[in-house]
């Protein structure tokens, strides 16, 4: 293996080699090998559970009990703690956000890096700067501000300004786009050139085809915790890049959705979310839509479009504050909570599985569980043997992988966390599915899966509204599409007529109807 | 990175239970070495160490269902002190029948604690500032319905005078020892209401909606889990258990004294905590709690064995409960 790049010239700015790692009696890595060069993107590719993520951390300092050479910038070295990374000149933009809810978003940039005079914090120096780096990002927000006022999306751009902001020269983002939207997307590949420009490495992983062929300059695959190889992108074309990570070829990415159309399954009429105290413009203004069973519609928008929020608004997230009214399978029904919306037969796959997907003190079947329990009990009592019968099927059906269903969540990869919380939905036996990026940070192989069960579901009859950031895969699994800007609905689509342009404009504010 | 450090961290070694259970054993060593002439060795010390820990232990009950769900409850010790001055007043004053005078007992205490629960779950107020107000109106109104007064045997008689009327025998069989005298009554019923706690926490419905609350609070709400009723339910829980210890420490002190139970409450949350259970809620457990709770007993037990003054025992104690602590710490 290579490199393509003039390695005499210049040294190699990291260089891991036979890394190995366990968690108790589980290997994770297998005799592992790692490098990047300066002014390279290096991706590094895999499918969930691969060791990707811990393979990072270990570069990170994170995990101080591996074994292996790891030299940086021809030092050998041996990370004891994240601070020692961190002044090796390595930032890491982890796959779970590490941004602190409560504390503003320049105490989180600073956080861990404080300036001060002596002990007086310098605030002033530290916001100015701050929104220096989110000015970098387009990002026009409020330094002072707390994250967790922020979309999760912002969040994600606020994380990636915090490891930009102390000129790192080994870079690694994990998966850093999953909550992304087109724009912004662009704007990270933007800057990307340009640290490249600067002579910093970038390691970057992503479970996205199209964002690997466009910034790609090599790429290394791991497989069950094992090496594969590393090649350039241009000697590795996606079908060798698939069976690298599968180790088996895979038909078409996109398996068409086929309609299986049926009577209305949800009607919405009027719905309107409030704007919150810090924003007061209205979240969701007005929208009306249906969805028949069998149906999956698309709902495209970018960051700040309320796409989000009305789905939340219809599961009765919001409780009383959301207005309007909603029909399923012709019932007239106000959504005020959660629990009454399960009742009636919906089911909302959020965003955001650490915030409120899972609950990480549970294991894999008590959180698949959680939201049909009482379909597992009798009266007051549990029955364990019917709940881990009832998930050891579905999360079979959804291949998910783990050393054993008794496990806490939290030890899972974060694509086998997105299946725990899709096994808690379907375990509802839902009417009406609102699914907002299902397969986000899910692998290949997995997201395949997930659209042939999406094709099952419409077959049974489900009525599905979906939500992604990957035009092709809203392009593929829809049957009709409506976009969204600023909580109003400026365009709709049906499959035959919608492209990746059009939708982008719409998204960006301009009306039309077609 | 050097060399292959196989993690020696297999999951029973760090398991909270273990860890307990090591620091059991370790005061049980230093009671067996410091006996006291041999006092430690004989039965009669545990079940004397036993029945002194019952009544906190009851408290530590609701506390751990309180604490599993990310919560706190501050106000134990107070609905203790009302619960043994209604208790009392119920049975020496009233004549009441023992069982009516119970139950209603029971369902002040529910009642108190629901309050708490409403206040937290209704208004979003925290459960540190809702059931430290509570702590303080259960206290007055304790002093209220008993008129400030200790509730005891000797009834004072319109003109002025004290008559001592006969012990309710109620009081007599709570505080009575039974199986040939080789337990507690208390410590029975200490030991029902834990394995009540045992198996609501384990076997029912309710249970793992506490964990999950105390989890993931949104996560769960999204789940459609009744967050603001459970809420409730432990709180009610936790005063019922409390009503329960007062009943006992009424029987115990043949009196219902309105300052009953003052301070239970931090020997309640270290038990609870010392056992393993965290702050944060979501993880921890009954049987935890029962080894916290023996811990704490058999200190002070061992201390006070081998006459340790009140003034060095309390500082022990201290050092002690951080000492455990650190135990359950070690690595993450
Ligand atoms: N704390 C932990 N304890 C036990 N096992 C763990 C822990 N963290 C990760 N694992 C296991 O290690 C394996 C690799 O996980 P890792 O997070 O590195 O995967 P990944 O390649 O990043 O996957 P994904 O694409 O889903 O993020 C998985 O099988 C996971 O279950
Ligand atoms: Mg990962």
Redesign the pocket.
């Known amino acids: 293996m290579a490199s393509p790049l003039d390695q005499n010239a210049t040294s190699c700015l990291l260089n891991m080699q036979n890394i190995f790692k366990s968690?108790?009696s589980?290997d994770?890595l297998m005799d592992v090998n790692f490098d990047l060069y300066p002014g390279e993107v290096h991706i590094l590719a895999?499918?969930?559970?691969?060791?990707?993520?811990?393979?990072i951390k270990i570069l990170g300092g994170v995990y101080t009990d591996g074994s292996g050479s790891m030299v940086v910038n021809d030092k050998e070295v041996d990370f004891k703690s994240v601070q020692d990374a961190t002044s090796a000149g390595i930032s890491i933009i982890h796959?779970e956000l590490s941004l602190i809810g409560p504390l503003s978003v320049w105490e989180n940039i600073f956080l861990g890096k404080e300036k001060s005079s002596y002990q007086w914090l310098d605030k002033s120096h530290m916001v100015d700067y701050s929104r220096k780096i989110l000015e970098k990002f387009d990002l026009d927000i409020n330094p002072k501000r707390a994250v967790d006022e922020f979309s999760i999306g912002i969040q994600q751009m606020i994380e990636i300004a915090k490891a930009l902001a102390f000129n790192a020269r080994i870079i690694v983002m994990?998966?850093p786009t999953s909550a992304l939207t087109e724009p912004e997307v662009k704007k990270l590949f933007k800057i990307i050139e340009q640290l490249k420009e600067q002579g910093c490495g970038i390691v970057y992983?992503t479970?996205k085809m199209e964002e690997i062929y466009s910034i790609a300059d090599r790429i290394t695959v791991?497989r069950d915790?094992q090496y594969i190889g590393t090649e350039t992108a241009e000697n590795l074309p996606s079908e060798k890049l698939i069976q690298w990570m599968v180790g088996r070829e895979l038909d078409q990415q996109f398996p068409r959705h086929a309609p299986h159309v049926g009577d209305t399954g949800l009607q919405v009429t009027d719905l309107f979310v409030p704007g919150t105290a810090t924003n007061p413009a209205p979240r969701v203004n007005h929208v009306s839509f249906s969805v028949k069973a069998g149906e999956i519609l698309g709902i495209a928008g970018l960051q700040g479009s309320g796409n989000s929020e009305l789905l939340n608004g219809i599961f009765g997230t919001y409780g009383k504050s959301a207005k309007g009214s909603i029909k399923i399978d012709g019932a007239e029904y106000i959504p005020d909570s959660p629990a009454a919306s399960i009742q009636r037969g919906l089911a909302l796959l959020t965003n955001d599985r650490k915030t409120n997907g899972l609950v990480m003190d549970l294991n894999i079947i008590e959180n698949a569980t959680l939201a049909s329990l009482p379909a597992y009990s009798r009266r007051l009592w549990l029955k364990p043997a019917a709940e881990s019968k009832a998930a050891k099927d579905i999360t079979k059906s959804l291949r998910l992988?783990?050393?054993s269903l008794y496990?806490y969540v939290?030890?899972?990869?974060?694509?086998?966390q997105q299946k725990v919380v899709m096994a808690k939905w379907i375990l509802t036996h839902p009417k009406v599915l609102l699914l907002d990026e299902p397969t986000r940070?899910v692998?290949i192989g997995a997201k395949h899966e997930i659209y042939e069960l999406m094709n099952q579901w419409t077959k049974d009859g489900i009525a599905i509204v979906l939500i992604t950031s990957e035009m092709p895969e809203l392009l593929a699994m829809s049957d009709r599409i409506i976009v969204m800007h600023r909580g109003q609905v400026t365009a709709e689509f049906d499959r035959d007529n919608a492209t990746q342009e059009k939708i982008l404009t719409a998204a960006l504010g301009e009306r039309k109807t077609a | 990175m050097s060399q292959l450090l196989k993690s020696p961290k297999s999951s029973w070694l760090t398991s909270p239970t273990t860890r307990a259970l090591g620091a059991l054993v370790i005061v049980f060593v230093i009671g067996l070495i410091f006996n006291a002439d041999g006092a430690f060795l004989k039965w009669g010390t545990h079940r004397d160490m036993l029945r002194a820990v019952s009544v906190y232990g009851l408290l530590a009950c609701g506390m751990t269902l309180v604490i599993i769900t990310g919560g706190i409850d501050l106000s134990v010790g107070s609905i203790l002190g009302i619960s043994a001055v209604s208790f009392s007043l119920f049975c020496i004053h009233f004549s009441w029948p023992f069982y009516i005078a119970i139950i209603v007992c029971l369902l002040i205490g529910l009642a108190c604690g629901a309050a708490s629960g409403l206040i937290i779950s209704r208004f979003n107020i925290q459960p540190f500032i809702a059931t430290l107000a509570m702590m303080v109106f259960a206290r007055g109104l304790a002093k209220w319905i008993s008129g400030g007064q200790k509730i005891s045997t000797a009834v004072q008689q319109a003109d002025g005078t004290y008559e001592y009327v006969p012990e309710p025998a109620v009081f007599n069989f709570i505080n009575s020892k039974i199986l040939w005298d080789n337990i507690s009554v208390v410590t029975v019923i200490f030991l029902v209401c834990l394995l009540i706690t045992a198996i609501l926490l384990a076997k029912l419905r309710l249970g793992r909606y506490l964990y999950a609350i105390g989890g993931n609070e949104e996560a769960a709400r999204l789940s459609g889990v009744p967050v603001n009723a459970i809420k409730v339910l432990a709180y009610a829980m936790s005063g019922l258990f409390c009503a329960v210890a007062g009943i006992c420490q009424a029987s115990q002190e043949l009196q219902g004294d309105p300052e009953a139970g003052f301070t239970y409450e931090l020997s309640a949350i270290a038990m609870v905590v010392i056992g393993g259970t965290t702050l944060r809620g979501g993880r921890g457990g009954i049987g935890l709690t029962l080894l916290g709770v023996l811990i704490i007993g058999y200190l002070e037990k061992i201390l006070s064995i081998n006459a340790v003054g009140e003034d060095k025992r309390l500082m022990l104690t201290g050092a002690i409960i951080v000492g455990a602590v650190l135990l359950q710490k070690t690595k993450k």
């Open positions: 968690f108790g589980v994770v895999g499918e969930n559970g691969a060791g990707k993520s811990t393979l796959q994990d998966e992983i479970h791991l915790g992988k783990a050393e496990q939290d030890a899972l990869s974060g694509g086998n940070g692998d």
